[in-house]
């Protein structure tokens, strides 16, 4: 047995021993509230949590250009009357059931972008993602995913298994990396291996054939540069498998989150920042709004669900000192149609809004309503590039030349206070 | 109808440089019967060749199905694969009939009852299909056939949360398992009248006055040509001529006349008064179709994308082909390209392949609902892709989660993990109430047949979407469900691996650890693995006290060390490769 071995083994040994300890105590106890106001004290790392409205989110129904004729004039079962909506001004308001979100908004919390998108969008969703999680046009044929080149740039000595996290299935390819890959997590109770197999004894194995005298020779050139990859994955599992089961079952949320996906979700993460495990970047995904058919009923109640959880969320981390580290930022991969469709839903389109939340955002209005009369090929005309949001918070919230991470320089925003 | 064998042998004299030499060889010995065939003296076909036709032609081999396969040789197990063999008992769907009288008719709680009857019936008979599907996998003489099966399944995607109508996504299957090795061609124009197809892809609601567009462009970027080989002024002349195609009352395929555009549209540069039947021909002409296809195909099979000319050529010769499948499959399978060392033992495997993978090398009997439902917890829920494009394959499998739960299935397959092992956790203390498990639970489309719906008329748009968002709110929930699905159908894997090994002849450590790695693996194993394998068996066995050379003694305490050897084996990195 390799010495790195040992102290691994050791190492795997004392934090169990620690966790069943934490796990048998109740929370109340005197240790667990000492231990609670000691990570109170220190700072938290700034952090970003990505919520993708998979599907093609109808920017018009979100934030509703009541007063706007065009609008009127081109909606019919999806539209949404003043009485409808909670206004902003004169002329726009939010889906009604955006009430948390609302009220983010009005106390200065929340920063609505309008009509983002970028040149010559892209009406295929899985085309219009790739640009949206690369940053550039060219997608995953530029290479690595924006939240991984980000990884690279800004935080390339913090080299351990939970610097971003994707809470949910498929991992979106925005955190796609070779050299720092998310940890990603469906439910932290059964983030672990069960049985008695000593799965430790695979941990630390790098490249095939790097401790053999014998190399394997360019037969396995395909099956080790697969395996170079999945070891470091079973690495990763190993070292965050523990970190991440303890921070979620110690968490105490300080409100109820709403028992959709998002809400349990968020919940998750806001358990891993109070876990204080370093991650810089969370991912989430929503599914369900590609809304061709019947958009209206299913929409509200997407609108219902994104907000619960919201500001479920929101509302947790300020109550804590974490809330003045933490980011969120909505998107998706395009609005839809302004016309509707004959099946009283919208078909894909282009420019949509875009959400960030937080305590250190300064909330108000960003970027410029597309015209509902000059539009491009029937959809909303882009007027902010999504590069200068994500530019934004590269430059003024992680503190990163943001062309390192973009490729290229972008106007930036004041998004932040 | 399956694909005529002597067709293919024609299609292959006829078209592909490559066979018809292997054909010569076949006249030179002055006969077509196959069954005399002798293996090549090619040394190339090797074990190791052999497993990787299995595991990517089929789902993985036996030990012995690769000794087999060596004596067949590569032109003649191809050919079985190909060919296949009608085997088993068909599926028989029972139609769910909704008695509209108490729907429509009845009292509250009347209706409520109807509704739930249906949904329980629509939800058990798609359990039923899957687990047929499944044993198909797992033990069917059309391995092949089941294979593309799957991939078809995943590039014409269909969604029973959406379709929610059950019987509609097992008669797209089947169809997709009638044309899995047939011609691209008839599928294609199968598929744009195929009832789930229609409901999924929202086209029941494309009407003449409003068009909707979510068939049109699905059609043309995920199904036949890819992005960029088409305008959005071609989308909304496609999308015009598919108005009107819907089902009827009896949940048929039907074309509304009155809601049909019948005007003349011009669709990549052809104009005519198209409909849906033209739009597909007018696709298939599209050199970019063939390409389409061609690279779907081999990408799924190979694990990575063709290079250019290699593309142009698999492209070319299904379209010389008219688009039949089960030459252009011949030909790649016996390409040697396909068993370059670059992608022998390099592809991530599916959830399914990884399962099925483990009971097809064990010899394991194992109901097929388990590896449906675990299949499902490792995200991969046959008839419930993540979206239109289907799953992604590859890479994109492994997360630090799922290779933790792909570890902890093969140990509950193994019986190393009992099953109610997984539902306690000494951290949790948020497992939820049986009262909330029994609402937020639930695999499978269970969702109230909408009665609108039931008419053939328009559905609420993603609501099933919405429903499905609800229900996965613990994936945790999900591991305990999967996990009692195993233990209340009693589950007692029936393997014996030390009368296995008794019979290899293994008895050393080493012996022992080789063969294993060679039984239960779908690639080659490195030498450390090897290595830390001995280590590792030898400290289990000498904890357990048993003597070097005594594994193979069939004792109780000895099969436990063989399976926890088994079950570390199927943890490792290694197994996630075939």
């Given at each position: 047995?390799?010495?790195?071995?040992?102290?691994?083994?050791?190492?795997?040994?004392?934090?169990?021993?620690?966790?069943?300890?934490?796990?048998?105590?109740?929370?109340?106890?005197?240790?667990?509230?000492?231990?609670?106001?000691?990570?109170?004290?220190?700072?938290?790392?700034?952090?970003?949590?990505?919520?993708?409205?998979?599907?093609?989110?109808?920017?018009?129904?979100?934030?509703?250009?009541?007063?706007?004729?065009?609008?009127?004039?081109?909606?019919?079962?999806?539209?949404?009357?003043?009485?409808?909506?909670?206004?902003?001004?004169?002329?726009?308001?939010?889906?009604?059931?955006?009430?948390?979100?609302?009220?983010?908004?009005?106390?200065?919390?929340?920063?609505?972008?309008?009509?983002?998108?970028?040149?010559?969008?892209?009406?295929?969703?899985?085309?219009?993602?790739?640009?949206?999680?690369?940053?550039?046009?060219?997608?995953?044929?530029?290479?690595?995913?924006?939240?991984?080149?980000?990884?690279?740039?800004?935080?390339?000595?913090?080299?351990?298994?939970?610097?971003?996290?994707?809470?949910?299935?498929?991992?979106?390819?925005?955190?796609?990396?070779?050299?720092?890959?998310?940890?990603?997590?469906?439910?932290?109770?059964?983030?672990?291996?069960?049985?008695?197999?000593?799965?430790?004894?695979?941990?630390?194995?790098?490249?095939?054939?790097?401790?053999?005298?014998?190399?394997?020779?360019?037969?396995?050139?395909?099956?080790?540069?697969?395996?170079?990859?999945?070891?470091?994955?079973?690495?990763?599992?190993?070292?965050?498998?523990?970190?991440?089961?303890?921070?979620?079952?110690?968490?105490?949320?300080?409100?109820?989150?709403?028992?959709?996906?998002?809400?349990?979700?968020?919940?998750?993460?806001?358990?891993?920042?109070?876990?204080?495990?370093?991650?810089?970047?969370?991912?989430?995904?929503?599914?369900?709004?590609?809304?061709?058919?019947?958009?209206?009923?299913?929409?509200?109640?997407?609108?219902?669900?994104?907000?619960?959880?919201?500001?479920?969320?929101?509302?947790?981390?300020?109550?804590?000192?974490?809330?003045?580290?933490?980011?969120?930022?909505?998107?998706?991969?395009?609005?839809?149609?302004?016309?509707?469709?004959?099946?009283?839903?919208?078909?894909?389109?282009?420019?949509?809004?875009?959400?960030?939340?937080?305590?250190?955002?300064?909330?108000?209005?960003?970027?410029?309503?597309?015209?509902?009369?000059?539009?491009?090929?029937?959809?909303?005309?882009?007027?902010?590039?999504?590069?200068?949001?994500?530019?934004?918070?590269?430059?003024?919230?992680?503190?990163?030349?943001?062309?390192?991470?973009?490729?290229?320089?972008?106007?930036?925003?004041?998004?932040?206070? | 109808m399956y694909y005529p064998f002597h067709l293919a042998l024609l299609a292959l004299l006829v078209a592909s440089p490559v066979l018809s030499?292997s054909a010569?060889?076949l006249e030179?010995?002055?006969t077509l019967d196959l069954t005399v065939l002798?293996?090549?003296?090619?040394?190339?076909?090797?074990?190791?060749?052999?497993?990787?036709l299995f595991n990517r032609a089929g789902f993985g081999a036996?030990?012995?199905d690769?000794?087999r396969g060596?004596?067949t040789g590569q032109e003649m197990l191809v050919r079985q694969l190909i060919q296949g063999e009608d085997d088993g008992p068909r599926f028989v769907t029972r139609p769910v009939e909704?008695?509209?009288?108490?729907?429509?008719?009845?009292?509250?709680?009347?209706?409520?009852?109807?509704?739930?009857?249906?949904?329980?019936?629509n939800?058990?008979q798609g359990q039923e299909f899957l687990n047929w599907w499944v044993n198909r996998m797992l033990a069917g003489q059309s391995p092949l056939r089941e294979r593309m099966t799957l991939f078809w399944h995943g590039f014409f995607t269909s969604d029973s949360?959406k379709v929610r109508l059950v019987e509609l996504m097992i008669a797209q299957n089947e169809l997709l398992r009638e044309h899995a090795l047939g011609n691209f061609g008839e599928m294609l124009h199968a598929i744009v009248r195929d009832p789930a197809m229609l409901i999924y892809l929202?086209n029941i609601?494309?009407?003449?006055?409003?068009?909707?567009?979510?068939l049109a462009?699905e059609l043309m970027?995920l199904f036949t040509l890819g992005?960029?080989?088409?305008?959005?002024?071609?989308?909304?002349?496609v999308?015009?001529a598919l108005?009107g195609y819907g089902i009827d009352r009896k949940r048929e395929f039907m074309v509304n006349?009155?809601?049909h555009?019948?005007?003349?549209?011009?669709?990549?540069?052809?104009?005519?008064?198209h409909d849906g039947r033209d739009v597909v021909d007018i696709l298939l002409a599209q050199p970019a179709c063939a390409r389409w296809v061609a690279g779907s195909v081999i990408t799924y099979l190979e694990?990575?994308?063709?290079?250019?000319?290699?593309l142009?050529h698999y492209a070319e010769f299904l379209r010389t082909a008219d688009y039949e499948l089960a030459p252009m499959l011949e030909k790649l399978l016996l390409d040697?390209?396909f068993?370059?060392?670059?992608?022998?033992?390099?592809?991530?495997?599916s959830?399914i392949d990884?399962?099925v993978?483990?009971?097809r090398?064990?010899?394991?009997?194992?109901?097929g609902?388990?590896i449906v439902?675990?299949a499902?917890?490792?995200?991969m829920?046959l008839f419930e892709p993540?979206?239109v494009k289907g799953w992604?394959e590859?890479?994109?499998?492994?997360?630090?989660?799922?290779?933790?739960?792909?570890?902890?299935?093969?140990?509950?397959?193994?019986?190393?993990?009992?099953?109610?092992?997984?539902?306690?956790?000494?951290?949790?203390?948020?497992?939820?109430?049986?009262?909330?498990?029994?609402?937020?639970?639930?695999?499978?489309?269970?969702?109230?047949?909408?009665?609108?719906?039931?008419?053939g008329?328009?559905?609420?748009?993603?609501?099933?979407?919405?429903?499905?968002?609800?229900?996965?709110?613990?994936?945790?929930?999900?591991?305990?469900?999967?996990?009692?699905?195993?233990?209340?159908?009693?589950?007692?894997?029936?393997?014996?691996?030390?009368?296995?090994?008794?019979?290899?002849?293994?008895?050393?450590?080493?012996?022992?650890?080789?063969?294993?790695?060679?039984?239960?693996?779908?690639?080659?194993?490195?030498?450390?693995?090897?290595?830390?394998?001995?280590?590792?068996?030898?400290?289990?066995?000498?904890?357990?006290?048993?003597?070097?050379?005594?594994?193979?003694?069939?004792?109780?305490?000895?099969?436990?060390?063989?399976?926890?050897?088994?079950?570390?084996?199927?943890?490792?990195?290694?197994?996630?490769?075939?």
């Amino acid at each position: 047995m390799t010495e790195a071995m040992h102290s691994f083994l050791a190492r795997r040994q004392f934090l169990a021993g620690g966790l069943y300890g934490l796990g048998g105590m109740s929370l109340a106890t005197p240790l667990a509230k000492a231990l609670q106001r000691v990570s109170d004290q220190t700072p938290f790392p700034r952090s970003l949590v990505l919520v993708q409205l998979s599907g093609g989110n109808d920017g018009l129904s979100t934030i509703v250009p009541f007063a706007d004729d065009g609008y009127a004039a081109a909606r019919q079962a999806t539209r949404l009357v003043k009485e409808d909506v909670l206004p902003l001004d004169d002329y726009r308001g939010m889906h009604r059931n955006l009430k948390g979100l609302h009220r983010q908004y009005q106390e200065g919390q929340m920063a609505i972008i309008e009509g983002v998108g970028y040149e010559d969008m892209i009406r295929s969703h899985f085309r219009a993602l790739e640009v949206w999680h690369t940053g550039r046009r060219a997608g995953r044929n530029s290479g690595e995913g924006w939240v991984g080149q980000l990884a690279q740039a800004a935080w390339d000595k913090e080299d351990h298994p939970n610097l971003v996290v994707h809470l949910g299935g498929e991992v979106p390819y925005s955190v796609y990396s070779t050299d720092h890959p998310a940890a990603a997590l469906q439910a932290p109770t059964v983030y672990k291996w069960f049985g008695k197999q000593q799965v430790e004894l695979a941990y630390g194995m790098e490249a095939a054939g790097a401790d053999s005298k014998r190399p394997a020779g360019p037969k396995h050139v395909g099956r080790d540069k697969a395996l170079a990859s999945l070891r470091s994955i079973l690495n990763d599992a190993h070292d965050s498998s523990a970190s991440i089961r303890k921070a979620a079952a110690l968490y105490r949320e300080r409100v109820e989150y709403p028992r959709n996906r998002l809400g349990g979700g968020l919940r998750d993460v806001a358990a891993l920042i109070h876990g204080r495990l370093g991650t810089r970047v969370f991912s989430l995904k929503m599914k369900g709004f590609d809304t061709h058919a019947g958009q209206r009923g299913s929409h509200d109640s997407l609108m219902e669900s994104l907000d619960t959880a919201l500001s479920a969320f929101m509302d947790d981390l300020s109550k804590s000192p974490a809330g003045r580290d933490t980011l969120v930022l909505v998107f998706s991969e395009f609005g839809r149609r302004v016309e509707e469709n004959g099946s009283k839903g919208t078909d894909h389109g282009k420019a949509g809004p875009m959400f960030l939340l937080g305590s250190s955002v300064k909330g108000g209005l960003y970027g410029k309503h597309p015209s509902l009369v000059d539009l491009d090929e029937g959809d909303l005309a882009a007027t902010t590039d999504f590069r200068s949001v994500y530019g934004s918070i590269i430059e003024h919230w992680f503190k990163t030349p943001h062309e390192a991470v973009l490729g290229k320089k972008y106007s930036l925003l004041p998004l932040l206070g | 109808m399956y694909y005529p064998f002597h067709l293919a042998l024609l299609a292959l004299l006829v078209a592909s440089p490559v066979l018809s030499q292997s054909a010569d060889r076949l006249e030179d010995k002055g006969t077509l019967d196959l069954t005399v065939l002798k293996p090549k003296p090619d040394s190339s076909w090797d074990a190791r060749a052999v497993e990787h036709l299995f595991n990517r032609a089929g789902f993985g081999a036996h030990n012995l199905d690769v000794r087999r396969g060596l004596r067949t040789g590569q032109e003649m197990l191809v050919r079985q694969l190909i060919q296949g063999e009608d085997d088993g008992p068909r599926f028989v769907t029972r139609p769910v009939e909704p008695n509209m009288e108490l729907l429509k008719g009845g009292d509250d709680e009347e209706r409520s009852q109807e509704r739930n009857r249906l949904r329980n019936d629509n939800r058990r008979q798609g359990q039923e299909f899957l687990n047929w599907w499944v044993n198909r996998m797992l033990a069917g003489q059309s391995p092949l056939r089941e294979r593309m099966t799957l991939f078809w399944h995943g590039f014409f995607t269909s969604d029973s949360t959406k379709v929610r109508l059950v019987e509609l996504m097992i008669a797209q299957n089947e169809l997709l398992r009638e044309h899995a090795l047939g011609n691209f061609g008839e599928m294609l124009h199968a598929i744009v009248r195929d009832p789930a197809m229609l409901i999924y892809l929202d086209n029941i609601s494309n009407k003449k006055d409003s068009p909707n567009e979510n068939l049109a462009r699905e059609l043309m970027e995920l199904f036949t040509l890819g992005e960029g080989n088409y305008s959005e002024e071609d989308i909304r002349e496609v999308a015009r001529a598919l108005t009107g195609y819907g089902i009827d009352r009896k949940r048929e395929f039907m074309v509304n006349p009155r809601t049909h555009d019948f005007g003349s549209k011009t669709i990549l540069g052809v104009e005519g008064r198209h409909d849906g039947r033209d739009v597909v021909d007018i696709l298939l002409a599209q050199p970019a179709c063939a390409r389409w296809v061609a690279g779907s195909v081999i990408t799924y099979l190979e694990g990575v994308e063709p290079a250019t000319d290699r593309l142009e050529h698999y492209a070319e010769f299904l379209r010389t082909a008219d688009y039949e499948l089960a030459p252009m499959l011949e030909k790649l399978l016996l390409d040697p390209e396909f068993y370059r060392d670059e992608i022998v033992g390099a592809r991530v495997s599916s959830p399914i392949d990884y399962l099925v993978g483990i009971c097809r090398r064990l010899g394991a009997d194992v109901r097929g609902e388990i590896i449906v439902r675990g299949a499902g917890l490792l995200g991969m829920s046959l008839f419930e892709p993540p979206n239109v494009k289907g799953w992604n394959e590859g890479p994109a499998w492994i997360t630090t989660a799922t290779l933790m739960n792909r570890a902890n299935l093969a140990g509950v397959l193994l019986g190393t993990i009992e099953p109610g092992e997984m539902q306690v956790d000494p951290l949790d203390d948020m497992e939820l109430t049986e009262d909330e498990m029994a609402s937020m639970n639930g695999l499978g489309p269970e969702f109230p047949l909408d009665e609108a719906m039931m008419g053939g008329g328009e559905m609420m748009g993603t609501s099933a979407e919405v429903e499905k968002e609800k229900k996965a709110r613990n994936q945790g929930n999900l591991m305990a469900k999967v996990a009692r699905v195993i233990g209340s159908g009693g589950h007692h894997p029936r393997i014996s691996l030390g009368a296995r090994l008794f019979r290899s002849g293994a008895s050393t450590d080493r012996e022992i650890v080789e063969f294993m790695c060679s039984s239960l693996l779908a690639i080659d194993t490195p030498l450390e693995t090897r290595r830390m394998l001995v280590a590792a068996l030898r400290t289990d066995r000498e904890a357990q006290g048993i003597e070097p050379g005594n594994l193979v003694k069939k004792n109780a305490a000895a099969e436990e060390v063989l399976r926890r050897l088994a079950h570390l084996i199927l943890s490792l990195p290694e197994a996630q490769l075939g």
